[in-house]
T-cell receptor
Framework: TQLLEQSPQFLSIQEGENLTVYCNSS?????LQWYRQEPGEGPVLLVT?????EVKKLKRLTFQFGDARKDSSLHITAAQTGDTGLYLC??????????FGTGTSLTVIP | KAGVTQTPRYLIKTRGQQVTLSCSPI?????VSWYQQTPGQGLQFLFE???????NKGNFPGRFSGRQFSNSRSEMNVSTLELGDSALYLC?????????????FGSGTRLTVV
């Protein structure tokens, strides 16, 4: 069982649609990050959230950290084909522990 | 500034052989972590090195080992390769502890064991 569960596992949508990806855990994290990975490349850090309830926006992407710091969501508005990729959440806990989520594979169809 | 460089990008090895992968982190980053990525298991943590010392280790057999040099460059070695070792091996550097400040990943080494 993974400490960070992401849903959905796979998502295929039309260009212009909105979507939300969830990252859930029963554990508390001191910070949470989101990465995007394209085929054949390493993950690229998109954002780090550290405060419960925090919301960060990166152009059409909105990231939220849950109030209890156990979950997070990524919302994409008006998806574009360039948003296609594997989205990974990752959380840091005390004691230098760091965990990656199970991943959400997003395909945006033109 | 230069990113994280991993070499080689692709590798094909035979069962029973050993392999060494290399990683050059971002200049000034002292922490280097290694991950194995497979479709079924996702990203699995192998180990982390900080200032030439292994600071954390994941749940992998002893066939997987690594080291870090004084210039922060790191290598990982896999001995007695098995078919199940086929994966994308990712190196990630960060200024401090194990990703808490955000990782910068290399493009990975795609290892295929036949």
């Amino acid at each position: 069982t993974q400490l960070l569960e992401q849903s959905p596992q796979f998502l295929s949508i039309q260009e212009g649609e909105n979507l939300t990806v969830y990252c859930n855990s029963s554990s508390v994290f001191s910070s949470l990050q989101w990465y995007r990975q394209e085929p054949g490349e390493g993950p690229v850090l998109l954002v780090t959230v550290v405060t419960g309830g925090e919301v960060k926006k990166l152009k059409r992407l909105t990231f939220q950290f849950g109030d209890a710091r156990k979950d997070s969501s990524l919302h994409i508005t008006a998806a574009q084909t360039g948003d296609t990729g594997l989205y990974l959440c990752a959380g840091a806990r005390t004691g230098n522990q760091f965990y990656f989520g199970t991943g959400t594979s997003l395909t945006v169809i033109p | 500034k230069a990113g994280v460089t991993q070499t080689p990008r692709y590798l094909i090895k035979t069962r029973g052989q050993q392999v060494t992968l290399s990683c050059s982190p971002i200049s000034g980053h002292r922490s280097v972590s290694w991950y194995q990525q497979t479709p079924g298991q996702g990203l699995q943590f192998l180990f982390e090195y900080f200032s030439e010392t292994q600071r954390n280790k994941g749940n992998f057999p002893g066939r997987f080992s690594g080291r870090q040099f004084s210039n922060s460059r790191s290598e990982m070695n896999v001995s007695t390769l098995e078919l199940g070792d086929s994966a994308l091996y990712l190196c990630a550097s960060s200024p401090g502890g194990r990703g808490a400040y955000g990782y910068t990943f290399g493009s990975g080494t795609r290892l295929t064991v036949v």
